[in-house]
């Protein structure tokens, strides 16, 4: 049986289905139409599609693309197929469908995935899909230019067009080019320009397709009288998810629904998260809730035991699923009331990104139950931050661009890069290390060697020895849906409570600090020796300490004293390098090359605009300095866009994929923000900086630029580089073999328009 319509929905539809019309006889537009997740987008388009081939008589044939990894496409077929009941035709683009097809049909909707379409092949410039290459029959590209000659318009419908089809993308190329479209319909949360149609989130709310209220760690207070010190912070969340649920499932059965309600329960993406897994399996396990009885499921890459389809039914008996990161492109779960959000230590970032997975509402209504209305977070986190975070189930964890379509990524034969197999550039810390971190201890105190038990004395300069296996989680909280994208913060300070730290946490937070301040000493190699020496000094110096209990206690030391003990490590990594210089290159160079696609993080890259940028976007560091490369990268689109092919970003990580140059053997590799090649075959490699900017490392690196390039020219490449700075709303390079800061000598550098 068909759903019915909500008044909002009717409302836009009518509304799209004018603005269709309206465009239909003008090539080339586009409508944007935005609805927050969980107000029906897919289910209104579908509507839309009903209502064009009932109403309409004009020859019109429909493209549903989806953008992003997975099966999304799929899941809208299936989707939109259940809701029309047979007409119009529903067809997932595939071989067989292209060989029974010339041409689409009046009225007809194909499905397809439009970023494994358009993938091409590593060099070859070829089409990786064989939909499109040249073949005995037909391909997709017959296809649509079969379906113009019989005077059929298409209409492309893109499924989540924030993902891709931003400006100059190879989606958009092709979207342009290969299909032209009509109309183009662009779906989205969160779309890129002012919407034409919009469903509001107040809208959604009002009519029960969304939750009203989000409530964080309810029952978890200042004076709950379960937060004893023996129940970690992520035991007590699980605990209170847990009550929760079986609440939830109380009120269904008062109301006699057979809705059994969803658990998601997040854990970090690092090896923390391994060991958070084991303690939620084992805090279920206690609960009856195990995989084995089918109660519990897991998914993560490579490892998912269930149907991620059956598992969205109402009365599906999957009580709990556990994953890393947002669990697929498309995936949602109406029935799914709770987030269990475990902290990362590796991670500063406070976001809950997958808020948009227990928004829903499993039947499309309001209850006017305030316990079935709600959604609840339960987390360890002492706060968080929601500022501009969508909560879309369709958000992707990473940020990918390509190539633009058709542009040349070739660097010549033998240009090389320099890369660091290891970010260490210096041998391991060994035993050798104990007396250094016991002595750089006993300074920093004002202690003697051979005093003991020295607790008063250690307190007394800023030691923290009370409360130390205490952390701090958010007090129950409510706000509203509406209001969460606009709060600042939620939870910290008097607003979160006391309770003791997990012990997963604290030894992740323990090797985290331990690694930061490592100073080039081999990571794997050196974390135990140095581990041994923060025994001995707290095993010697501080008293009343169980021997079962000095790993823990010296953990939860270092990571509540981090500032401390941060100065001590640091300070003993640099005298063991100093004292014991064994220092080994421990790279190579190789042939670079450019990679098809880069990917970036969302929470740590912000993306700047570059008509000449060889992606389809640039992106740069967040907390980066941007300023100085946006204006450089503005003057090249306006002043030298006819001279350049294109310019790239080089990325900031010890990758390979990054370009590297070596500088010295006790310093990691230089990775010069821009690599540029000039429509006269030259290629450029530059480094932006402030003037008087860090001057003696970047005298070594410039030094070390122009020592790449010279080889590289006595080997025949028409190369150059070097450091430019903004002076004056101008532009200077320096690339002489002898660097001297602008501040200092402004007639060592040149405008860099004698080059560009």
Not at 529 to 552: F, W
Not at 561 to 580: A, G, H, R
Not at 636 to 649: M, P, Q, S
Request: glycine fraction near 6%; aromatic fraction near 10%.
């Amino acid at each position: 049986m068909s759903k019915q319509l909500k008044d909002y929905q009717i409302r836009v539809v009518d509304e799209l289905y004018d603005f269709f019309n309206f465009l239909l006889n003008k090539d080339g537009k586009e409508i944007v139409f935005k609805a927050p997740t969980g107000s029906g987008k897919t289910f209104i388009m579908t509507k839309l599609l009903e209502k064009i081939s009932i109403e309409n008589s004009e020859m019109v044939a429909f493209i549903w693309a989806s953008i992003g990894k997975g099966d999304l496409h799929r899941q809208s077929y299936e989707s939109v197929v259940k809701e029309l009941e047979g007409y119009p035709n529903c067809q997932l683009l595939n071989e067989a469908f292209v060989s029974a097809n010339s041409y689409l049909k009046d009225k007809q909707i194909i499905f397809v995935n439009w970023e494994k379409l358009v993938q091409k092949n590593k060099g070859t410039d070829t089409w990786k899909n064989s939909l499109m290459k040249d073949q005995e029959g037909r391909n997709f590209i017959d296809l649509i230019e079969e379906t113009k000659k019989r005077g059929i318009k298409i209409c492309l419908i893109v499924d989540e067009s924030h993902i891709g089809l931003s400006k100059d993308t190879s989606i958009s190329i092709f979207r342009d080019e290969i299909i032209s479209p009509t109309v183009t319909i662009n779906m989205s949360a969160t779309p890129k320009r002012k919407p034409d149609v919009e469903v509001s989130l107040e809208e959604a709310i009002d009519e029960g397709m969304i939750k009203q209220q989000l409530i964080i760690n309810k029952d978890i207070s200042l004076n709950s009288p379960d937060g004893n010190d023996d129940q970690d912070s992520m035991n007590l969340v699980l605990e209170k998810a847990e009550k929760q649920r079986k609440l939830i499932i109380e009120e269904y059965k008062k109301l006699e629904l057979d809705i059994n309600p969803l658990v998601l329960v997040q854990v970090p993406n690092t090896e923390i998260g391994d060991d958070a897994i084991r303690v939620v399996k084992e805090y279920l396990g206690k609960e009856n809730i195990t995989e084995d009885n089918g109660k519990l499921a897991i998914w993560l890459d490579g490892y998912k035991y269930f149907d991620s389809e059956k598992i969205k039914d109402n009365n599906n008996t999957i009580d709990y699923l556990i994953f890393k990161t947002v669990v697929d492109t498309g995936w949602d779960c109406p029935r799914a009331h709770m987030l269990v959000k475990f902290r990362d230590v590796h991670s500063t970032t406070s976001k809950i990104q997958t808020v948009g997975r227990i928004l829903r509402t499993p039947e499309g209504k309001k209850y006017d139950n305030a316990i079935l209305d709600n959604g609840y977070i339960f987390t360890n986190m002492e706060y968080i931050d929601p500022r501009n975070d969508e909560y879309s189930p369709n958000r992707t964890k990473d940020i990918s661009v390509t190539v633009k379509l058709g542009w040349d990524k070739t660097l010549p034969e033998g240009f090389d890069s320099f890369y660091k197999s290891r970010v260490s550039s210096y041998n391991s810390a060994d035993a050798r290390i104990y007396e250094i971190i016991e002595d750089v201890f006993i300074e920093y105190f004002g202690i003697e060697k051979d005093e003991m038990f020295v607790d008063e004395k250690l307190k007394n300069k800023g030691l923290i020895l009370d409360g130390i296996d205490k952390s701090f989680i958010i007090q129950e909280t409510a706000t509203e849906i509406s209001e969460w994208h606009t709060e600042s913060r939620i939870g910290g300070g008097i607003f979160s409570r006391e309770i003791k730290s997990s012990e997963i946490e604290v030894r992740g937070k323990y090797e985290i600090i331990i690694a930061a301040n490592l100073n080039g000493l081999a990571k794997v190699r050196s974390i135990s020796p140095i581990k041994q020496g923060v025994l001995r000094v707290v095993d010697k110096y501080i008293s009343g300490i169980p021997r079962n209990k000095l790993v823990v206690y010296s953990q939860l030391l270092v990571v509540k004293n981090e500032d401390l003990f941060t100065q001590i490590l640091d300070k003993s990594t640099q005298i063991f390098k100093e004292k014991y210089p064994d220092a080994n290159m421990n790279g190579e160079y190789n042939e670079f090359e450019i990679s098809d696609v880069s990917y970036y993080s969302s929470e740590t890259y912000k993306e700047i605009q570059s008509y000449l940028s060889l992606y389809s976007q640039m992106f740069v560091l967040k907390d980066g300095t941007s300023g100085i490369e946006e204006r450089f990268l503005l003057k090249l689109d306006t002043h030298y866009r006819k001279r350049i092919e294109w310019v790239w970003h080089n990325g900031s990580e010890p990758n390979i994929e990054n370009f590297g140059i070596m500088i010295k053997s006790d310093l990691p590799a230089f990775r010069p923000d821009f690599i540029i090649k000039f429509i006269d075959s030259r290629i450029g490699i530059f480094d932006t900086k402030g003037i008087n900017y860090m001057v003696d490392d970047t005298t070594v690196k410039a030094e070390a630029l122009q020592i790449y390039v010279k080889e590289k020219v006595e080997k025949g490449l028409n190369i150059f580089g070097g450091i430019i700075v903004e002076y004056q709303n101008e532009f200077y390079l320096n690339k002489n073999e002898k660097y001297i800061d602008f501040s200092v000598d402004k007639s060592q550098w040149e405008k860099i328009n004698r080059y560009f």
